[in-house]
């Protein structure tokens, strides 16, 4: 089915990207024959739209790509028959998601003065960005707060809100969203950086994060682990 024939209001929404539609269909093609395959994914595609129906209007986003993406990814998990640990998947969400962090890790090491000071104005940019969205689009990413410790080279900032994780949650898909979130964690680390994050949106009032060059000593002072559903999350050794 042609995305432009979905039963999607688009005056709300927008329609999940080409790299989304790709992940999913090389997920489908690696389970099944190409006739279930094809089968599979319009269904997948009209799961998407019946989604969207009930979903806050999220269409006039900075960045629609890290909300109906992952939805896309949902759907496809609502539909097939046979569900994959999500262990078997990752690599494929994080490339979809992130794999431009593979390109910049040649470039970009946080280890390094400059490059840190970039990413805290990044990050600075994003957050901003985030804080005007949220006046006009309250169901989207809520900020907590963002602070950059130049002298240490420490950049931390938290959403209290994840439309990711408001809608895992609105459909008992909770034990899915972690291969979004673990994304952030292998990004950082193609940087040449680590993430520390004690808890998320699903799991805490907030997703904090806190993001050092892998050599910085803070890093050392805290190991991964996975719950019960496969997030990872840092633990203070």
Known sequence: ??????????????????????????????????????AL??????????????????????????IYDPILIFAWYAVVPDKPPIEEIQQDVYDCFMGSFDTLGKVFNLNRKLDN???GRIFKKTSDTRE???????ASF?????????????????????????????????????????????AMQKLHAALIREGTCCT????????????????????LVKDENGLLLSVKK
């Open 41 to 66: 994914w319009e269904k997948v595609q009209l799961q998407y739209a019946e989604y969207l129906k009930d979903e806050p209007a999220l269409g006039g986003a900075k960045i629609t790509v890290s």
């Open 132 to 138: 005007k969205e949220i006046k006009e689009l309250p």
């Open 1 to 38: 089915m042609k995305e432009s024939e979905l039963p999607i209001d688009l005056s709300k929404h927008v329609i999940y990207t080409k790299k989304a539609k790709e992940c999913v269909q090389k997920l489908l093609h690696r389970y099944y024959d190409d006739e279930t395959a094809a």
């Open 142 to 186: 809520r900020m907590g707060g963002f602070s950059y410790d130049r002298e240490n080279g420490v950049v931390r900032y938290s959403f209290t809100q994840c439309p990711n994780a408001e809608f895992a949650k609105r459909h008992h898909m909770e034990h899915i969203l972690p291969v979004m979130c673990n994304c952030d964690h292998l």
């Open 117 to 119: 000071r970039l990413a």
């Open 204 to 223: 805490a009032p907030c997703c904090d994060y806190c993001i050092v060059g892998d050599q910085n000593p803070i890093a050392a002072e805290y190991t």
